[in-house]
């Protein structure tokens, strides 16, 4: 018999040994730790991935009725926001507002620029805008950059058509878009996957079959957690349904300012207990939002909060969440809804959207047998040309750990960088390995 080491067995490390020491994360776990002792021993709620309006409406009311709830903001937290970014669902008449349309013109210079980028005989991966420059294009998408960061927080970029271009070539050209954008590109998951391919797995096993079946339902609100800017190019699109919406987390603050500021009380603590799912440490803690350097930024994902059963359920023995965080991670998710703006989407949209002021979902779609499954390819981005949000410090670790960190000298905790253009398939079933469930 093979006796299998200790370290075979151990979880796999959550951070390398690089960040643990530049970011101090024993001394703070040692501090968790307590923090935990005192918390555990408190009832968790009842809270699952499906909102439940019901079980949200009780629970409110039940908080509200027990009294005791703080009545202004935190500490030098605004009672209200104001800018660009706070917004509704009638603040853009036209789509137009947020569409840009590629011209002719456009096109021609892409193919130039694919010809200039192809004449360094590089992988795709490898383009930034120096390698792919658009002389009449790219000060447009600095501007829409600008309106990324700056302005209302989300952009359309619409024209391009998926069909007219190898996939090596395709993927080159929404890359050298987005490197107008922000041009750091971040790791995805452990395995150190570039793209995500947001589709369903497309074989016809049970398993399958039960996970495409909840994967196409409605998602609730939520961020990628670490990343400024989220991009999604649009490689096909459902046959009904499946429209990605978004919302402004700055006007969700608003509404609980004036109605509920207790819950931005609990949204700001730093105790929410996010799963690593197996890893070392098996989870970690910090606030879902902040108020820092004049900015709301919001950041969460609800699966590592909550889980999504039945196939990335809770990992057993860590913290559930309480009453009041149940209540406030569904507030977010109904007032977003009330607000939220639903964007008509094309084949070849590439969507830009800051990841730190807006919120966004997923409505349920149909693929009909026969046809193309929809189809997004995900790629997060960051702009580390003074654009990026200043971060407090516990997204700077989670900034690290996804655009700094090459585990370059530990070894086992070493990962890579993998570009699949296309989806990875079961050589066999075709089954599509590795979708685009997680936010990490």
Sequence with gaps: ????????????PYYSQGLRARFNIDRVRLEQA?????????????????????KYRARSTARVKAGGLPTSVPDGWPTKLSGPLVWTSNSFPSEDEYVYHLTPSDKTEILAALAFFKSHNLDSQKVTKY?????????????????????????IVRGLDPDDYPLADLT???????????????RQDQRGSMLIHVMQRGDQSAESTLHDSIYSSDKPFHTDTVTDTLCLFTQELASSGGRSTFASAWTVY???AATRPDLIHTLGSPDWPFDTYGRDPPFYRRALMYFHDHRLITSFSRRLLVGHAPFTPRSKAIPGLTEAQAEAL???????????????????????????????????????????????????????????????????????????????????????????????????????????????
């Design 330 to 440: 569904d507030a977010v998710h109904f007032i977003a809804k009330k607000h939220e703006i639903k964007p008509r989407m094309e084949r070849g949209d590439i969507r830009f959207v800051n990841n730190l002021g807006l919120l966004h979902r997923r409505e349920a779609f149909e693929n009909v047998q026969g046809s193309k499954p929809r189809h997004l390819v995900r790629i997060w981005l960051n702009n580390d040309e003074g654009m990026c949000w200043n971060l407090p410090r516990p997204l700077r670790l989670a900034w690290a750990r996804v655009f700094d960190d090459d585990f370059e000298e530990e070894g086992s905790d070493k990962r890579g960088r993998y570009w699949d253009y296309a989806p990875l398939r079961h050589p066999v079933t075709g089954r599509v390995l590795n979708t685009g469930g997680s936010c990490d």
């Design 34 to 54: 307590d923090v935990d002792a005192r918390l555990n021993g408190g009832k968790c709620a009842d809270i699952e991935y499906e909102v439940d309006e019901a």
């Design 131 to 155: 390698l792919f420059p658009l002389p009449d294009l790219g000060p447009i998408l600095s501007g829409i950059c600008n309106d990324i960061y700056l302005g209302k927080g989300f952009h």
């Design 254 to 256: 608003n509404e609980l």
């Design 172 to 186: 080159a050209i929404y890359l050298g878009l987005s490197s107008y954008v922000a041009s750091r590109r971040g």
């Design 1 to 12: 018999m093979t006796m299998l080491s200790d370290a075979a067995t151990a979880p796999a």
